[in-house]
């Protein structure tokens, strides 16, 4: 008896309203949880953000895959309960209710609702009661007639269906709860736990991968991706799982033809496709298709979404140039995307390893032109018109294709990098672009190679080794001073400038602009040091020419006249010279060919729920309708033989509309049972 | 918004020759769509068409300002797509592309307009001035005339950048606090209507506006006005149903809270003398609410069938798909303690405010905030 009671007693809360309420309340603030911590991050990052005290914690509550959690799963295990328990406590008075009509209600009890009048019949009771039928069933009422001693009662109602409301949102939350559980990983935790399957490392050879980390094709929930280079193809898809993999055999082969990648103008991206080849395992029967966003296909049950792209391993061809002194020729390399490759044989103890590559680069090379000092009608006006972007703003250009390398020393340390195969337009001059970074979430700074008259970079590596090369920096000096002081100086006054030009030289090859300004900043007083800069520039730049020449003249090319455009030259290959000072790498790699190859993700889906909470959310949307919007109205109308009529009108719920339609019928019944007396 | 009628043929019967007009220019103009455009459509844009046909005649029905305000907006746009000529550079050569009827245009106005009714509203208030509340309330109506005409232009000018560019204007936050603000204020002035009182005008005009104070905001200082093309996730059908019904939500929720707002100032005896009794205001904020909850579980739904089309999953607690049922359980527990427990009075007014800041999150929040997948739109 007390166990019944204490049982009792727990249905009695679970079907509760206030403990649904709680529920809710607790299960809207737990999902926030989720939306602060990003969910499902390698567990490195979560290391990086929280520190190694937090980190274990939060790991235990499970606050890196919240929605998978445990206590998050009992909030939901507990709010089916609760939904379940209020409906079947609920199922028997509201079938109950919506059969009953209640027709022998008492005329006290009548009497006491708060929507009642009494209102004088002169018609016969008969035809009163026949009136009153026929208004009833024309205003969508059914009704019961009790027949009384002294009365009848009409006992109508309309909108039961209402209650069929409830029981369809109430059994969609029960279904759509269910449904979910099938499809998230609780399934896959039971097999972990029952079934021994244990996560492996991703670093790993597929086929190295033993079989307790591989779920079997008959699996009927899980999510994984899969990944096919062009030209490939897979039969197995991982699933990431906390800090882990499984790998999932799929029951037919994907190879992938081709990917396709499609752009608009703007560069913003407008089509990804997968042309894939699917090979039944079990029948060897294939089928083609084309997979997209937004256009996913099933085969033996298993749901295929285009769900990412990568690079499937493209072959760059590049051109190395060293950067230290002396004559090395430029040399080439081959690298792949995604794989390292060592730099011994060009005498370089580094390794370079390729990240990625685009095979376009799409930027807006308009000039950014001040905001016209108008004032806000101009404003105004220049944001009237069609949400067109004016074309004058924007000259979208594909700069060409690029590549990220990173470029690791023999103590490990890297710095990463990203060329452009291409010269860019800049400021009117061309150049190649060569980014650098120690860190990766910093912006790259780039380097500008200058292009010379034959659209080559060859100009400005040979000005760099002879104005790098303290050796020569003498023989620049005198030529230097020779050309700038005439024949008519003393040789006092070229000594003085021949050691002065050889120092600057010097300074510059040691440490770029950056060594001249704290050498300006420690010998010259601040008044003069303008005007010095400038001198120390025009050496610089005459040095520089002269550079330039002896460079030409080693190569036996023949002499240079000066014009404007060379003038520009040197000064950006002094800037970009100064910058290959601070690049961090021995070498600059220039991409002079590629062959590209994409590889796509797909995302595989087995998910057995889905039909439920589909189901589920039909019911949803149905009784969510009926509860709101079908209006439960129960109207009695007792005609006493006295010559008296009581009107009583409840509802399931309190409303204004209650009342509305409380007045409309009452008023209705008043003329119909009490008619104006003809003239 | 009555949704089931008691008598559907008593309706039927109400009918006036306009309405049949209305019904039948509607038919039509969906099939002259699909004659014209059907080619651009798949079959589903299709069944969306045709059954937007029932669904717009139905609310010109039981509403009847709504079939002029229909007409107005589609003349409009109509005649912007005349002057226009299929040659894009118009809009700045046109006198009246360039101020009156180009999309940019179209939306300045309703921003303007809605500006002004705002005040119209808050002087009636004020002075108590009935010819002040009609005014504000026909600047409304002209604001989502101009704010509907600017969108549907939008649609036909984004089809005149390019045909791979075009699509409806329902894809970012720009477009969809044009929405919003159109979304509120049809709801209000239909409430307007129904309840027979003016005087909630100063209190959700000022919703709409603050809306409307962040889309000039944003066209200005982020120009974020500029029609883009569409991500490949986001070139699909769904887009069409999932967004305004998830905007019917958000502007039933938004009005609701600013009722709840004149609610607890009447129960405090603010202004009590100016405005409709408690009870009339609790039932606006109750039916606002049930409107909004009502459409907001489907645009949930639908969003949720849209992202196992697109992302292959229809649930992953995205924070914005979270956020979402955050706001569905939020109104869910204030439909359960209305309805079941029949609770009444100040706490249910307050809790519509909170509603409001809840809902904001989800919808601007989460984008300024939290990253996921679903941020068509930053700040």
């Not at chain 1, 972007?389 to 890297?414: C, T």
């Not at chain 2, 500006?115 to 808050?122: D, K, P, S, V």
Request: proline fraction near 4%; aromatic fraction near 12%; charge should be neutral.
């Amino acid at each position: 008896m007390r166990h019944r009671s204490t049982s009792r007693a727990l249905y009695e809360l679970l079907s509760s309203m206030r403990f649904a309420i709680s529920l809710l309340t607790l299960l809207g603030v737990a999902s926030i949880i989720g939306t602060v911590v990003k969910q499902n991050e390698p567990y490195n990052n979560y290391l990086n953000q929280f520190g190694p005290f937090w980190f274990p914690i939060f790991e235990k509550l499970g606050l890196y895959s919240v929605y998978n959690s445990f206590w998050f799963l009992t909030i939901l295990g507990f709010l089916v309960l609760s939904t379940s328990a209020c409906i079947v406590r609920q199922a028997r008075p509201m079938v109950k209710d919506m059969k009953g009509f209640r027709e022998h209600a008492r005329e006290s009890s009548l009497a006491s609702f708060a929507h009642q009048a009494r209102l004088p019949v002169s018609r016969p009771a008969a035809e009163a009661r026949a009136a009153t039928l026929a208004y009833l069933t024309a205003n969508g009422f059914t009704t019961r007639e009790n027949t009384r001693e002294d009365s009848v009662l009409l006992a109508a109602k309309q909108g039961s269906w209402t209650r069929v409301g409830y029981f369809l949102a109430h059994g969609a939350i029960v279904l759509i709860c269910i449904g979910g559980l099938l499809d998230g990983n609780l399934p896959l935790k039971i097999q972990m736990a029952l079934g021994g399957k244990q996560l492996t490392t991703g670093n790993q050879l597929i086929a190295q991968i033993p079989p307790e980390s591989r779920l079997g094709v008959d699996n009927w929930s899980f999510r994984g991706n899969v990944f096919i280079p062009e030209g490939k193809s897979a039969n197995t898809a991982v699933l990431n799982v906390q800090d882990g993999i499984l790998l999932q055999d799929l029951p037919f082969t994907v190879s992938l033809r081709k990917f396709h990648l499609e752009h608009y103008e703007s560069g913003m991206p407008k089509r990804f496709a997968s042309d894939i080849l699917i090979t039944d395992n079990a029948s060897g029967k294939s089928v083609e298709k084309t997979i997209e966003v937004n256009k996913p296909f099933e085969f033996a049950g298993v749901m295929m979404y285009q769900a990412s792209f990568e690079d499937g391993g493209s072959r760059l061809r590049l051109l190395g140039h060293d950067l230290r002194g002396g004559s090395r020729p430029p040399f080439p390399a081959e690298a792949v995307v995604g794989e390292a490759v060592a730099l011994k044989e060009a005498g370089l103890d580094y390794t370079l390893e390729l990240g990625s590559f685009r095979a376009f680069n799409i930027e807006n090379m308009a000039v950014d032109k001040p905001e016209a000092e108008a004032g806000s009608l101009a404003r105004l006006d220049k944001h009237l018109g069609s949400g067109a972007r004016s074309p004058a703003d924007k000259d979208m250009q594909n700069v060409g294709p690029s590549i990220q390398y990173k470029l690791r020393d023999s103590a490990g340390q890297a710095r990463e990098y990203q060329n452009f195969m291409q010269p860019i337009l800049q400021d009117g001059a061309w150049y190649l672009l060569t980014g650098m970074r120690n860190d990766p979430s910093a912006p790259f700074r780039f380097m500008r190679i200058p292009m010379d008259d034959d659209g080559r970079p060859d100009s400005w590596f040979a000005i760099r080794r002879v104005l790098l090369d303290t050796a020569r920096h003498p023989e620049i000096a005198r030529r230097f001073t020779a050309t700038a002081l005439g024949a008519e100086a003393g040789p006092e006054v070229l000594g003085r400038m021949q050691e002065t030009t050889a120092r600057t030289l010097e300074l510059f090859a040691k440490g770029g602009f950056e060594s001249l300004g704290k050498f300006i900043e420690s010998t010259i007083p601040e008044a003069e040091r303008d005007k010095a800069a400038d001198v120390f520039i025009k050496i610089l730049e005459g040095s520089a020419w002269e550079a330039w020449k002896m460079a030409r003249t080693d190569a036996g090319q023949p002499a240079i006249a000066p014009a404007a455009q060379h003038a520009r030259l040197l000064r950006d290959t002094l800037n970009a010279t100064n910058d290959s000072l601070h690049y961090g790498a021995p070498v600059y790699f220039q991409p002079t060919g590629f062959d590209e190859v994409r590889a796509t993700v797909l995302q595989v889906t087995r998910s057995p729920g889905k039909p439920i909470v589909y189901l589920g959310s039909l019911f949803l949307v149905l009784g969510v309708f009926a509860m709101l919007y079908i209006r439960e109205r129960r109207l009695f109308v007792l005609i006493k033989d006295s010559g008296e009529a009581l009107v009583a009108l409840s509802s399931n719920r309190k409303s204004m509309d209650v009342d509305e339609s409380f007045r409309r019928h009452r008023d209705a019944l008043a003329t119909l049972l009490n008619p104006a007396p003809r003239p | 918004m009555e949704i089931a009628h008691k008598d559907s043929a008593a309706l039927l019967r109400r009918l006036n020759p306009g309405d049949w007009l209305y019904a039948l220019a509607l038919a039509g103009g969906a099939l002259f769509a699909l004659r014209q455009y059907g080619g651009f459509m798949d079959i589903y844009d299709k069944a969306i068409l045709l059954f937007t046909v029932p669904g717009l005649a139905a609310m010109g029905f039981a509403w009847k300002p709504f079939r002029v305000f229909l007409a107005a907006a589609t003349a409009l746009a109509l005649a912007s797509i005349a002057l226009y000529q299929g040659d894009l550079a118009r809009a700045e050569q046109v006198f009246f592309l360039k101020y009156l009827i180009s999309s940019q245009t179209a939306i300045m106005w309703m921003s303007a307009l809605f500006f002004i009714a705002t005040g119209a509203f808050l002087l009636g208030l004020a002075a108590r001035s009935d010819f002040a509340d009609a005014t504000g309330s026909a600047l409304t109506w002209c604001a989502v005339t101009m704010g509907t005409t600017g969108l549907m232009v939008r649609w036909y000018e984004s089809y005149l950048i390019g045909t791979d560019v075009g699509h409806i204007p329902l894809s970012n936050l720009y477009e969809v606090f044009v929405l919003f603000a159109l979304m509120t204020g049809l709801l209000y002035l239909y409430y307007e209507g129904r309840y027979a009182t003016r005087r909630m005008g100063a209190f959700v005009l000022l919703v709409i506006s603050a809306a409307v104070a962040f889309l000039l905001w944003y066209t200005f200082s982020r120009e974020a006005q500029e029609i883009q093309p569409l991500i490949p996730a986001l070139q699909s059908y769904w887009m069409k149903v999932h967004v305004p019904a998830n905007f019917i939500g958000y502007g039933a929720f938004a009005l609701a809270a600013m009722v709840g707002v004149a609610d607890l100032m009447v129960r405090k005896g603010i202004l009590a003398s100016r405005l409709p009794p408690a009870e009339v205001l609790d039932d606006v904020m109750y039916k606002a609410i049930a409107i909004g909850f009502a459409f907001f579980t489907i645009a949930t739904i639908l969003g949720a069938l849209w992202a196992a089309e697109a992302w292959g999953t229809y649930w992953q607690w995205d924070p914005k798909e979270t956020w979402a049922f955050i706001v569905w359980l939020n109104y869910a527990t204030w439909l359960h303690i209305r309805l079941t427990k029949g609770l009444r009075g100040p706490m249910l007014a307050w809790w519509a405010i909170v509603g409001l800041v809840v809902t904001a999150f989800a919808f601007v929040g989460v984008n300024m905030f939290l990253s996921g997948l679903h941020s068509y739109g930053s700040l």
